[in-house]
């Protein structure tokens, strides 16, 4: 593991990961019901200096729901994200449903979710693809790569490590889920876009940085997953007549005895199993693909 980027998430699902520098930079702001934890472990990190940004791959509760925590504990940090995440955090319908699965994450969890100002949950400064932040002695580039959401983006960290969203996919051992969201044709040009980026290593969302490193043999891998799972969902259509009965034979195949409620709700997948059947239907049951 890179001694610079460290996990400091509060629960299993490692999201949020510290980069350390001159700059402090905390990559995804996690779960509400783990916040404490992973404040904790940040300012075990830090040593009394201060967190100075958050960086957002997209907007999806697991990843930003942390925000009024870590705002109450470092207001001065300032938060970057893709224009669309912004716009999308300022709904309120947003902010509800990213509260109802805060608490059935925290349920799943068996702790009770603390209050939180749901103002906090925002954008203070957008970045988009071409951008280079300089944070103290951090360069990062960033990269937008929508699929698993039209807002996601990936970051590259001093030409080293590259932080790619959750459009590419996500592991769990032996195990895969496919996130593509909103198209699989544009996860497909991600996952090519974030091939030439030129990396030395990769991180990959929800395990860390990735230790066959940043291989043709990896990136082959990820398309061949893509594709693969691609063609799993298509036979779950062919196979069972009601969306509702999709659904379900998704969350057996995906979800059920690997993901667990604290890592992610079955409402939360089922909302994102409805939104890929609808990407596979649409994209590659009409000759598209």
Not at 100 to 109: C, I, V
Request: aromatic letters at 8%; a negative charge.
């Amino acid at each position: 593991m890179s001694d610079y980027i460290v996990n400091v998430c509060g629960d299993s699902t490692n999201v949020s990961w510290l980069i350390k520098g001159e700059s402090n930079i905390l990559y995804e702001a996690g779960m509400a019901y783990s916040a404490e934890k992973m404040i904790e472990k940040i300012k075990h990190e830090l040593n009394g200096t201060p967190l100075d940004a958050v960086i957002l791959s997209h907007s999806h509760y697991d990843h930003v729901a942390g925000l009024p925590f870590i705002k109450k504990e470092w207001p001065d940090a300032v938060v970057y994200g893709s224009e669309y995440a912004a716009k999308i955090l300022e709904k309120p319908t947003v902010r509800e449903t990213m509260k109802r699965l805060s608490m059935d994450a925290a349920a799943g969890a068996g702790v009770s979710l603390q209050p939180y100002d749901e103002s906090l949950i925002k954008i203070d400064r957008t970045v988009k693809e071409g951008d280079e932040l300089v944070l103290g002695d951090t360069r990062i580039r960033v990269f937008e790569t929508p699929g698993h959401t039209k807002c996601s983006l990936s970051y590259l960290i001093n030409d080293d490590v590259l932080m790619a969203s959750e459009t590419i996919g996500v592991f769990k051992g032996e195990w895969y889920m496919p996130c593509y969201l909103v198209g699989y044709q544009m996860t497909l040009d991600a996952v090519e876009k974030l091939r030439k980026a030129n990396a030395k290593r990769l991180f990959i969302s929800h395990m860390g940085i990735c230790p066959q490193g940043n291989t043709d043999e990896t990136w082959e891998f990820l398309k061949h997953k893509l594709i693969e799972t691609k063609d799993e969902i298509i036979e779950i259509i062919r196979a069972y007549e009601t969306r509702d009965e999709q659904m379900m034979a998704m969350k057996a195949r995906y979800h059920d005895n690997v993901v667990s409620e604290s890592e992610q709700p079955s409402f939360a997948f089922l909302l994102n199993a409805a939104a890929t059947l609808n990407v596979i239907e649409k994209e590659c049951m009409e000759g598209n693909v």
